[in-house]
């Protein structure tokens, strides 16, 4: 099992570029989440989805979109980058409600120039 | 609005010592508080309590809930360097659609040899 499989690693964009972070897992589980680590942050939600087809706002959304058309996949989409999105992303999987199985990716570190 | 907050946000301790993070929470429709370790990269789960006064301990690490007072605390003893880490709270928020963690800032804690 690879658990939860984020690329890239690392990017540099330019603002006003857009991208995608793509976020894998293969464990089944029903609930993805993205969150945002800024330098002496904890994490905020962005988006998360508990099922394909269903997506939901989390403390900080905008400038972000996200889908989930199948159970593994949960692609963050950034529009038009600006520097207040130079952060590490890190995606999670869990089961339900049950956050002591949750699993992190190692993150993307997005800068913003 | 949900509010997490960790004290202090950074402590610096000689091997050996003792130390003590503080984890305070104001939300609504609290399930449980989590507590994760994360050294560099993706955090990695430490405790889950939902229940006031249960203690939870893993070798050296410890922690408690105090569910009237709103607040949960981490004890580590005997620390050693290899506890140089961020220690981030967060609070299971119970949704209609399922459940999502908010996040404290996390304390930094360096233990030197």
């Known amino acids: 099992n690879a658990g939860v499989t984020q690329t890239p690693k690392f990017r540099i964009l330019k603002i006003g570029q857009s991208m995608t972070l793509q976020c894998a897992q293969d464990m089944n589980h029903n609930y993805m989440y993205w969150y945002r680590q800024d330098p002496g942050m904890g994490l905020k939600l962005i988006y998360y989805?508990?099922?394909?087809?269903?997506?939901d706002k989390g403390e900080v959304p905008n400038g972000y979109n996200v889908s989930r058309s199948t159970t593994e996949d949960f692609p963050l989409r950034l529009e038009l980058a600006a520097p207040s999105q130079t952060s590490v992303y890190f995606c999670?999987?869990?089961?339900?409600?049950?956050?002591?199985?949750?699993?992190f990716g190692q993150g993307t570190r997005l800068t913003v120039v | 609005e949900d509010k997490v907050v960790q004290s202090p946000l950074s402590l610096v301790v000689h091997e050996g010592d003792t130390v003590t993070l503080n984890c305070s929470y104001e939300?609504?429709?609290?399930?449980?508080l989590l507590w994760y370790k994360q050294e560099k990269k993706a955090p990695t789960f430490l405790f889950m309590l939902?229940?006031?006064?249960i203690e939870k301990k893993s070798g050296r690490l410890s922690s408690i809930l105090d569910k009237k007072e709103l607040f949960s605390i981490l004890n580590i003893t005997a620390t050693q360097t290899g506890d140089s880490a961020v220690y981030l709270c967060a609070v299971e928020l119970g949704e209609t659609s399922g459940s999502r963690l908010t996040f404290g800032e996390g304390t930094q804690l360096t233990v030197n040899p």
């Open positions: 939902t229940s006031s006064g």
């Open positions: 939300v609504t429709n609290f399930r449980s």
């Open positions: 999670a999987s869990s089961y339900p409600s049950l956050w002591t199985e949750a699993f």
């Open positions: 989805s508990v099922g394909a087809g269903i997506t």
